[in-house]
């Protein structure tokens, strides 16, 4: 007979619950990390209806495979590399991460001074939204889940070379988008001209 869940558990009392196959344990993972998930997802299929797609299989495959979490770890960190294996299925199956753009499309050498710009978080995450599938994909697994290039590689069916390939051409590329807002959002000088 299956006992009565509490709306509040710790996570090691969630992943007891979710081992046991209840289904209000499933709603409760799905309610507390679902937010979290989403970004997650959307940092490497950019569509968000696709995204959408990629963490409902996520959190299917997070329930079918939950006798797989060891206890390794924090359960929300199992959780995010699911949700990231299964954005990079989805990539795969959709064959559109390879994607490259030429390097001379990027206008030169990037400079990484314009690393410190001043550009919050949010208009980071949209930047970083705009790259190409492939590069975004190796960006947010090196820059973001802190994965190496042998990892990506494995990972991605890709060679380690053309991991640290699309890294470089992912930050060329995000540099040339961080200078060209620089450019467009120059303050004015009390002249009412750009400020040089």
């Not at 507390?32 to 959307?42: E, F, I, N, S």
């Not at 994607?99 to 990484?112: I, W």
């Not at 208009?123 to 973001?144: C, E, H, K, M, W």
Request: glycine share 6%; net charge negative.
């Amino acid at each position: 007979m299956a006992t009565s869940i509490p709306y509040y558990f710790s996570e090691r009392e969630l992943v007891v619950a979710l081992q046991q196959r209840e289904a209000r344990a499933q709603k409760i993972a799905y309610e507390k990390y679902a937010g979290r998930m989403m970004a997650v997802c959307l940092r490497y299929v950019a569509n968000r209806d696709d995204a959408e797609d990629v963490l409902i299989e996520g959190f299917m495959r997070v329930f079918d495979r939950i006798d797989q979490f060891r206890n390794e770890g924090s359960f929300e960190g199992w959780v995010r590399r699911v949700m990231v294996t299964e954005s990079l299925m989805y990539l795969r199956k959709n064959k559109a991460w390879r994607q490259e753009v030429p390097l001379d499309d990027l206008g030169g050498e990037p400079d990484y001074e314009l690393a410190d710009a001043n550009l919050d978080a949010e208009a980071l995450i949209r930047l970083v939204s705009q790259l190409p599938d492939g590069y975004r994909t190796v960006f947010n697994l090196y820059a973001i889940e802190g994965y190496s290039h042998a990892e990506i590689a494995e990972l991605t069916g890709i060679s380690e070379g053309t991991s640290k390939s699309q890294l470089s051409r992912a930050r060329a590329l995000l540099q040339d988008k961080i200078r060209r807002l620089e450019i467009d959002y120059k303050p004015a000088n009390h002249y009412g001209k750009a400020a040089s």
